[in-house]
């Protein structure tokens, strides 16, 4: 015989839905504001820093620092960077590090413009800094992701290697360019619009980089390896293969570079690309991308490239010393990092 539960006992059966309210408000964590609202707070700050160094540039040389060609001038020289830039950005997402771009960027340009490759013309100009870029990456991904080295000690391996492979090729001296389509494309008769060809270029891998990391199957993979690689292969993704792809992009990007390095130059030198790699992981990091991976973000990245670029150029027509502008620039560096530190614990609370 069952006997009823008085409801002192605490046994009476619950009313229709209370098992779906609320907890009190009270102890209960709020939850974090939208990663986008994030990102918007973040791309509005660079944007707020980038308009201050303009401000800077206008009232410190204002003839100068806003005549067309120096604006021009700032963007093709952001551009070279740039490209290596989204190409790290990737890297950095995936929790990796790239400290080989400036010197594949170097063997890939003095490559390119050896003797016998200029025989080849425009196309062989083009296609070797590409392969050689792509080769370098495909060395750097094998060891990473199949050799099991550390990011760290493999591209620092490559960069050495391909540094001093350069200095061979080269012999210590610069290879002039004497392809006459190569030296037309970095003149002003091939300006589009009154933007240089470089720009273009810039822009173009800016949008590819974006739509592959916002919109694809393989950005989605990149932050899954980023943010928990035992847990992106459990859920099947392909960590080691991934990774690889990864290089293979940043190779792709370092061989584009030398292009542009050498369009805009007209030579070949062993030194070319020097500090990129300082550059580019900078302008990765005070662009949002989480160093430890993760989230990455193009645009943040874009706009750091464009931000130290407008430093220098600022340094450069006040004819300050370099000095004082690694200083500044470090300054940044650490304020970034400080930052992102800063965020991702309110992320975790």
Known sequence: M????????GGAPPAPGAEKQAPPAEGRRTAPPPVFARLDVRTLSLLGVLAALVVAGCVTRPEAFWDVDNLRLVLT???????VTVGMTFVI?????????GAIVALSSVWATTVATQEFGFAGILFTSVVVGLGCGLVNGALIAYGAMV????TLAMLA??????LLITEGRTQRVTVEGVLDLGGRDAYVLGVPPLVLVFAGVTVAGWLLL????????????????????????????????LYLLSGLCCGIAAFML????????????????LDAIAAAIIGGTLLSGGRGTIVGSVLGVLIFTTITNIFALNNLQSDVQQIAKGAIIVAAVLVQSR???NDLT
């Open 2 to 9: 069952t006997h009823p539960v008085s409801p002192s006992a």
């Open 77 to 83: 020289q952001a551009s070279v960077v740039g490209v």
């Open 93 to 101: 997402t995936a929790g990796g590090i790239d400290l080989s771009v």
């Open 151 to 154: 990011p760290f000690i493999a």
């Open 161 to 166: 290697s391909a540094r001093g492979l350069a």
């Open 214 to 245: 916002n919109r694809t199957t393989f950005g989605r993979r990149t932050v899954a390896v980023g943010g928990n690689a035992e847990a992106a292969r459990l859920a099947g993704i392909d960590v080691r293969r991934q990774r690889l792809y």
């Open 262 to 277: 050498v369009v805009l130059s007209g030579s070949g030198q062993n030194t070319n690309g020097n500090l990129y790699e």
């Open 343 to 345: 965020t991702v614990k």
